[in-house]
């Protein structure tokens, strides 16, 4: 999600400013309730609880997490009829051997480190106490284990709270626990984490559909992933905005999901140092600080749009080093790279839209070049392949792009399809060019798919003028990259 100029300069004078040290407090959000690992006070049960199994582990079974532990336990496997001679099973203890009600003889086997619970069938006698054969627990005869996950929502009546086991009734039938093969905190919620989840759940319900500022972002960690390994991408910038999603947590974290391109997730935990700002607050306060602020920088804002309205300065870009201070302050270096190459954000004057508002949008490659994206999003899709532009009679045409194609993408966002491409250097064909010489007139997108299938929208004013700038950006790259470069860096 791009970052918005207006937003980024209110909070960094907010933080140079003790005017507004105290709005900046009341915009600041306090995370410390959900950053410690929730553990209950006490873990004794009662037969009449009911518990939920624990969202990490439920996690863990699906992770493989207990695959490389010792299982720690055994329980009984069918042989044979009691009728037949034995059949020597390598797998099965021979040692063990019990012969059923039925007749029918069984040998004890090691239980899978995945398998926790255990279902009683007709061998089973009624006696839920294990045996012990050091090293191993031996589960009773007819108790066989079961994938837990089945039951991952379901909620667990306590009928029995033993020492040794824990007799469960769900969804109509008994399932049994034995304690320490995981301890039952591990695997459970009680009423009292229940609770403390259910508050946790309230606050971060609170989140969701809002857009967030989060500063001293090197203590800020990417990961693709809630479970398992996560992926650590590095941050290069100090502040980061963030459109919340939808979120996951469990006992040790809450984790916020945002991004278009690609799920990732902002992590609160005992971990996290950065700071955090509703975005919407910040902007509340932002007419007042810009008053006192930028009173000399809107008259040089004025300044470069009056120049810019120019028929392409660049002339005067190459040649006026305060114009080229204004036009590199409206784009930034991206954390990513496109076809090895650094890539250029821009970061201007905000472009009034909504969230999945069809667009076009450019990056600018450090050797000048640009790489074309069009965005749109509908209900069911439309699967576009390419952008036509129309504009005084004239129709150019993009490369095709095909959906099958790496550089195309798609992901459903509040209720729609979402889809982007990248286009190739050049790719646009002229594309960009045209829309940068002409900001001043009506400018029509086509996005085309398959067959007859397109639609028609017309080009916000914003991206026109966002265009505009990358494309003389690109050609002060092609220029002037060294005298540019130096000013990147002291921007930096």
């Not at 044979?80 to 040692?95: A, F, L, M, Q, Y």
């Not at 190459?318 to 821009?346: C, H, M, N």
């Not at 839209?353 to 965005?375: C, F, H, T, W, Y």
Request: hydrophobic share 35%.
């Amino acid at each position: 999600m791009m970052i918005r100029t207006v937003l980024l300069a209110l909070a960094l004078y907010c933080f140079t400013s003790s005017i507004y040290a105290q709005d900046l407090q009341a915009c600041r959000i306090d995370y410390s309730p959900v950053q410690q690992a929730l553990k209950p006070k006490a873990f004794q049960l009662e037969s009449g609880d009911h518990l939920t199994l624990s969202a990490q582990y439920l996690a863990d079974i699906r992770s493989g997490h207990y695959n490389n532990k010792p299982s720690g336990m055994s329980h009984y496997v069918y042989l044979r009829p009691g009728s037949r001679k034995e059949i020597k099973d390598n797998t099965v203890d021979h040692r063990f051997e019990r012969m059923s009600s039925t007749g029918d003889i069984f040998g004890i086997q090691t239980t899978a480190s995945s398998d926790h619970f255990f279902r009683p069938d007709e061998n089973f006698d009624g006696n839920y106490d294990p045996t012990w054969q050091d090293p191993m627990m031996i589960v009773p005869l007819g108790l066989n284990p079961i994938d837990i996950t089945t039951y991952a929502h379901q909620l667990f009546k306590v009928v029995d709270a033993r020492f040794n086991y824990l007799l469960l009734m769900v969804d109509g039938e008994y399932l049994v626990f034995y304690p320490g093969f995981p301890e039952t905190y591990e695997v459970f919620n009680n009423l009292e984490m229940q609770v403390m989840l259910q508050e946790r759940q309230t606050w971060a319900e609170t989140y969701v559909g809002k857009r967030l500022l989060v500063r001293n972002s090197s203590d800020l960690r990417y990961r693709l992933s809630p479970h398992g390994k996560d992926l650590q991408l590095p941050v290069s910038r100090s502040e980061l905005e963030i459109y919340v999603n939808s979120y996951y947590l469990d006992r040790h974290q809450v984790l916020f999901e945002y991004g278009m391109d690609e799920p990732l997730y902002l992590v609160l935990d005992e971990h996290a140092r950065f700071e955090m700002y509703d975005a919407q607050c910040l902007e509340r306060r932002q007419e007042a600080i810009f008053a006192e602020q930028r009173k000399e920088d809107l008259v040089a804002h004025e300044r470069f749009n009056n120049i810019m309205e120019v028929d392409f300065p660049v002339m005067a870009l190459l040649e006026d080093e305060w114009l080229q201070e204004r036009l590199v302050e409206r784009f930034q270096l991206s954390d990513g790279r496109y076809y090895k190459s650094l890539t250029y954000d821009y970061v201007g004057p905000a472009i009034q839209q909504m969230d999945l508002a069809p667009a076009i949008k450019v990056k600018v490659l450090e050797n000048g070049d640009l790489i074309m994206r069009s965005i749109y999003a509908s209900k069911d899709g439309l699967y576009h392949t390419k952008v036509e532009l129309r504009i005084d009679g004239q129709t150019l045409i993009s490369e095709r792009v095909s959906t099958l194609d790496s550089r195309s993408s798609r992901r459903n966002v509040q209720g729609q399809t979402l889809e982007i491409i990248d286009y190739i250097p050049g790719g646009d064909q002229g594309i960009l060019e045209a829309i940068a010489r002409n900001v001043d007139r009506p400018i029509i997108i086509r996005y085309v798919a398959g067959g007859n299938f397109w639609q028609e929208v017309s080009l916000g004013e914003g991206y026109k003028k966002a265009i505009r700038d990358a494309w003389l950006f690109s050609q002060l790259l092609k220029e002037n990259s060294s005298i540019l470069e130096a000013r990147l860096q002291d921007k930096d």
